[in-house]
């Protein structure tokens, strides 16, 4: 457990916007095919606009490793992870950002979705505190058994605070049912919740590290400390339509490509100027230099692939926290062409 106090506020950036839709349409306005030779095809992509969740599209996009592979870019912003899946299922994207458990239970419902690649292997989270917080032992998994009768405020049920907290508390020996765990919204409603006092911790993701103020730190997730399953895990990727994968196996393979480099780009901390200053327009309000220590921090938690091992952990964390199985298999879950 250690201390940690503000480099510098910063404005909350969106991350709980209304949903937007941009080049919408029905399933039969979908990409039709690859583009003819020497030509660039346009994909439509949808992200979370302005969140670090996005990050590893923003720096393909932004250091020209989608336009390497020939690829162009069409943004469909939403605001949830379910939102974005929808959206894929529906045909009015090409890919979207998406965790595996997400990914593999819409499979498992009969939804017609797969990996073309990997993004983040570590949730750029911690478990941030009141200073004032009455907290046991040093580290995890001691710390865990401080939050039993504490509010602790996440963004959804069943979203990636909801579920590294809860297994994270199921790991260390406590039973997340001590504890009062409430979905509160987005990075503006939760630093609001805990600045006034109306819980005792919150699942802090990037840039909320910056905008909380003096908070203990139970559990760093983005430093690789919490439940050695997490060591070998995908915290969130990019999926496409088995539809699309099947039609278009080449701009699988690219986006797969450019996800690659952007990972390896993104993993270099010394990149970190370069892709604060070219990705810097994704993010309003934000301030570069902010964005720069942002960025920096997430050096190491970037990884392109999709395993069968992570798959296997994903569904591990996932009957821990639901009682439920995933039972999608690797072949199932991702595309062909891009399958380890």
């Not at 720069?292 to 997430?298: D, R, S």
């Not at 999709?306 to 952990?313: D, K, M, W, Y």
């Amino acid at each position: 457990m250690n201390l940690r106090r503000p480099r510098l506020l910063i404005p909350a950036i969106l991350t709980t916007a209304a949903l937007v839709l941009t080049g919408c349409g029905s399933d039969d306005d979908a990409s039709s095919g690859p583009p003819a030779a020497g030509e660039k095809q346009t994909v439509r992509f949808t992200v979370f606009p302005g969140a670090m969740a996005s990050m590893g599209v923003y720096i393909a996009d932004a250091l020209g490793f989608f336009d390497k592979q020939g690829i162009t870019l069409e943004y469909v912003n939403v605001a949830t992870g379910s939102s974005a899946l929808q959206v894929l299922a529906s045909g009015q994207t090409d890919f979207a950002i998406s965790d595996v458990t997400g990914t593999a239970t819409a499979r498992a419902a009969g939804s017609d979705i797969v990996f073309a690649s990997g993004q983040f292997t570590r949730f750029a989270g911690e478990l941030a505190c009141r200073t004032d917080l009455q907290v046991d032992g040093d580290a995890y998994p001691d710390t865990m058994k401080s939050l039993a009768g504490k509010k602790i405020g996440i963004t959804a049920p069943g979203s990636s605070t909801d579920t590294y907290l809860r297994y994270s508390m199921i790991e260390a020996g406590v039973d997340p049912a001590q504890a009062q765990i409430i979905p509160i919204g987005g990075i503006p409603q939760l630093v609001a919740a805990m600045q006034s006092g109306n819980v005792d911790c919150v699942t802090a993701y990037q840039p909320m590290h910056q905008q909380l103020g003096d908070v203990q730190v139970l559990v760093n997730w983005q430093a690789g400390e919490g439940p050695d399953t997490f060591s070998d895990y995908s915290y969130n990727g990019i999926a496409t339509s088995g539809r699309f994968a099947g039609a278009n196996p080449d701009a699988v393979r690219k986006v797969a490509a450019a996800m690659k480099d952007a990972a390896a780009f993104g993993n270099e901390a010394g990149n970190a100027a370069e892709i604060a200053e070219k990705t810097v327009t994704f993010f309003q309000g934000f301030d570069e230099q902010v964005l720069q220590e942002v960025t920096a921090e997430l050096a190491g938690t970037f990884g392109a692939d999709i395993t069968e091992q992570q798959l296997e952990n994903a569904a591990t964390v996932f009957k821990a926290v639901t009682g439920k199985d995933i039972d999608v298999s690797y072949e199932q879950l991702v595309a062909e062409p891009v399958r380890q």
